[in-house]
């Protein structure tokens, strides 16, 4: 298991809610990514934070925004939910450095209905 | 057109096997390569992380990138039944794993 722990594990939401995802990187990882995985495809990467500000984004809307933490910990938040939103929504933390491996929480999946 | 293209699968093979994965991709500001394992409900767990082109080995595993073919290959020797789950290649442009594009995944069986 990695030191990169995500929470909640699973959620139920209705279309047009908010929802707040949570992920906690692993120990003195100063640099949390968040990627969005539909069923049987690959991760999106969505964006990346490092030292509390944004550091790149993805082809998404808006309306996915996000924060880091001074403890480095990250949330990502969705407003007006669609039906398309429902994925596995994965963190991983590393150092901002070349050639060095980014470790993947086990993902929070989220359903739109 | 996608910009890394890799074969779903499934693929399905006996123990002991010679595996090879692939992805072809058409960004050439790619340079930094990897390949992912990830495992039912779980998140990817790196396996391999090469930079530009070459091969580079660890124990079973052998990672190959051919930058002027935009061509990435994964080999697994004496393959495993705890082989078993979805590779997925990734790459980017930029170093500190940011903005990582990653192909949908295949999905490996390997029988006893």
């Known amino acids: 298991e990695t030191g990169v722990t995500q929470s909640p594990t699973h959620l139920i939401k209705t279309r047009g809610q908010q929802v707040t995802l949570r992920c906690s990187s692993q120990?003195?990882?100063?640099?949390v990514s968040w990627y969005q995985q539909a069923l049987g495809q690959g991760p999106q990467f969505i964006f990346q934070?490092?030292?509390?500000?944004?550091?790149g984004r993805g082809n998404f809307p808006p309306r996915f925004s996000g924060l880091q933490f001074p403890n480095y910990s990250s949330e990502l938040n969705v407003n007006a939910l669609e039906l398309d939103d429902s994925a596995l929504y994965l963190c991983?933390?590393?150092?901002?450095?070349?050639?060095?491996?980014?470790?993947f929480g086990q993902g929070t999946r989220l359903t739109v209905v | 057109q996608k910009e890394v293209e890799q074969d779903p699968g499934p693929l399905s093979v006996p123990e002991g096997a010679i595996v090879s994965l692939n992805c072809t991709y058409s960004?050439?500001?790619?340079?930094?390569f990897m390949w992912y394992r990830q495992y039912s409900r779980k998140g990817p767990e790196l396996l391999m992380y090469?930079?530009?082109?070459g091969n580079k080995e660890d124990g079973r595993f052998t990672a190959q990138v051919d930058k002027s073919s935009k061509y990435i290959s994964l080999f697994i020797r004496d393959s495993q039944p705890s082989d078993s789950a979805t590779y997925l290649c990734?790459?980017?442009?930029?170093?500190?794993?940011?903005?990582?594009?990653f192909g949908a995944g295949t999905r490996l069986t390997v029988k006893p």
């Open positions: 090469t930079y530009s082109s």
């Open positions: 991983a933390s590393s150092l901002p450095v070349d050639n060095t491996e980014a470790f």
């Open positions: 120990s003195g990882h100063n640099t």
């Open positions: 960004n050439s500001a790619f340079q930094y």
């Open positions: 934070y490092y030292r509390e500000e944004e550091n």
């Open positions: 990734a790459m980017s442009a930029m170093g500190n794993n940011n903005d990582m594009r």
